[in-house]
């Protein structure tokens, strides 16, 4: 089984910055490709970043301002995500995503590529 833990949550104020991470545990497994999702209240789901074969795609909301990336230190695989000049509509609870087979494309995008997904990390940005 893998587990996947987000942290780095919190508030934060209207152009501030935060940093969260994603860590994977539990069996080995490829992670071809790694991404961030968030959801707001009352919202559906959306894709928010993804990193796969070392290619990064982001969200047209949060292009510029985020940034992903992933470490294997000591073998164990970590995803980040780098978030600045954040604002009141970035609030949401953000999850990190790990899948273990190439799909096509869209699929990244969608969430339906996936196979593992965390628990998610509040973020609130207050205005």
């Known amino acids: 089984q893998v587990q996947l833990v987000e942290s780095g949550g919190g508030l934060v104020q209207a152009g501030g910055s935060l940093r969260l991470s994603c860590a994977a545990s539990g069996r080995t497994f490829s992670s071809y490709a790694m991404g961030w999702f968030r959801q707001a209240p009352g919202k559906e789901r959306e894709f928010v970043a993804v990193?796969?074969?070392?290619?990064?795609?982001?969200a047209d909301s949060v292009k510029g301002r985020f940034g992903i990336s992933r470490g294997n230190a000591n073998a164990k695989i970590t995803l980040y995500l780098q978030m600045n000049s954040l604002k009141p509509e970035d609030t949401a609870v953000y999850y990190c995503?790990?899948?273990?087979?190439?799909?096509?494309?869209?699929?990244?995008?969608?969430?339906?590529?996936?196979?593992?997904w965390g628990q998610g990390t509040q973020v609130t940005v207050s205005s």
């Open positions: 995503a790990a899948a273990e087979r190439p799909h096509s494309g869209s699929m990244y995008f969608t969430g339906a590529a996936y196979d593992y």
């Open positions: 990193i796969r074969s070392g290619a990064t795609y982001y």
